[in-house]
């Protein structure tokens, strides 16, 4: 596609629920990276994946958090009995290969009550 | 520790003025210096970098001045615009082991009144 597609853009769901958050790079970029925007603070890393190489998930905040990437495309990034304290926009970036530019989707917004 | 520190937190400039927003780093490993440029509801969007080995990199109305020595970078805005109104965030690029994990300041949000 021309752009990083996330879904859903809005998510709102109860405390202990799990829920998946979806991202479609760039076609034929090979480097998908996830963030973490919490109101008032910056982009917190989370994970990358870089084509067949193992990712890097030295960002991720507990167990509780997981994502893959399939077939070096789509990513799925899923969080399991979701706390308060899970409520930011999650991001996904792609880019061609490590050292370009990143280009970043519009985000989903999660909402645990 | 926040190896990126951003100021200020928010800035108000007239129409045609000079939007500065300031940045400090820590780690001297760091190699890429971009600003990224966010509207409500969007993600953000790269709006100019430059790398340690420039001092000063423009495009447009958009200028970073890097100081490697006082390890400071920032971000001039010229003949402000309304349109500008954004927040904005710097970050750095980590070096070595990993040369593609960005950190990011805590973003300035821009408002610029017509």
């Known amino acids: 596609g021309a752009g990083v597609s996330q879904s859903p853009s809005n998510k709102v769901t109860e405390k202990g629920k799990d829920v998946e958050l979806r991202c479609d790079p760039i076609?034929?970029?090979?480097?998908l990276y996830w963030y973490r925007q919490s109101l008032g603070q910056g982009l917190e890393f989370l994970i990358y994946?870089?084509?067949?190489?193992?990712?890097?998930k030295s960002g991720l905040p507990s167990d509780r958090f997981s994502a893959e990437r399939t077939g070096g495309s789509v990513s799925t990034l899923t969080i399991q009995r979701t706390q308060q304290e899970d409520s930011a926009v999650y991001l996904c970036?792609?880019?061609?290969?490590?050292?370009?530019?990143?280009?970043f989707g519009s985000g989903t917004r999660l909402t645990v009550v | 520790q926040q190896q990126v520190k951003q100021s200020p937190q928010s800035l108000i400039v007239q129409k045609g003025g000079i939007s500065i927003i300031n940045c400090a780093y820590e780690?001297?490993?760091?190699?890429?210096f971009p600003w990224y440029q966010q509207f409500p509801g969007k993600g953000p969007a790269l709006l100019i970098a430059?790398?340690?080995?420039?001092s000063e990199k423009k495009e447009g109305r958009f200028t970073i001045s890097f100081n490697k020595s006082a390890k400071q970078f920032s971000l001039h805005i010229m003949d402000s615009q309304p349109g500008d109104s954004a927040t904005y965030f710097c970050?750095?690029?980590?070096?070595?082991?990993?040369?593609?994990?960005?950190?990011f300041g805590k973003g300035t949000l821009l408002t610029v009144n017509p």
């Open positions: 970050a750095a690029r980590g070096g070595g082991g990993s040369n593609y994990k960005l950190t």
């Open positions: 430059i790398r340690p080995d420039v």
């Open positions: 994946f870089q084509g067949n190489s193992a990712p890097d």
């Open positions: 970036a792609s880019s061609l290969q490590v050292d370009y530019g990143y280009t």
């Open positions: 076609s034929g970029h090979t480097a």
């Open positions: 780690n001297t490993a760091f190699d890429y």
